[in-house]
């Protein structure tokens, strides 16, 4: 073999190994996602289970929550909380908020509940999530349905 050919041989194997070495996966940041999973009637309120999803393929961490929900064409009710939950990569938590409904709000709720109707929300407000640092937009719209079996539940 020549002097040429072993060098060559080298410089091929090393950029060989170079090629087998990674820095693991890219990271990716996209903004979060908010919706309803759950509506439960209680006394003198409701109980929201709020479904958060992280697209990102890295952790991060939900320090603060600031929603307005709208139920069908009613008032605009306030959903607030500071988790400081971590939300895993590419994965969803799931977070309790309490809410005070007004009588007109929890009869919407309790017709549609009656009717066997699916009873339409939207979310508007801001997540706090870190990273990246900064409050992420969030306005959803969607419909929650009642629950068979399950009394004062929308789903």
Known sequence: MTRI????????????????????????????????????????????????ENFSTVPA??????????LGEGVVLPLSASPGIRLLPQAAEVIELPLALPEAERQRILSAIAQRQALRYRLDGTLGVDPPGRDQRIDYASALSPAPGLEGVLR
């Open 5 to 52: 050919s072993a060098f060559l041989l080298a410089v091929l194997a090393l950029f060989a190994l170079v090629g087998c070495g990674t820095a693991g996966p890219p990271k990716r940041v996209f903004p979060p996602e908010a919706r309803i999973q759950e509506l439960r009637l209680q006394p003198g309120g409701a109980l929201i289970l709020l479904r958060i």
């Open 61 to 70: 961490t939900l320090e603060q929550v600031a929603l307005g929900l709208r």
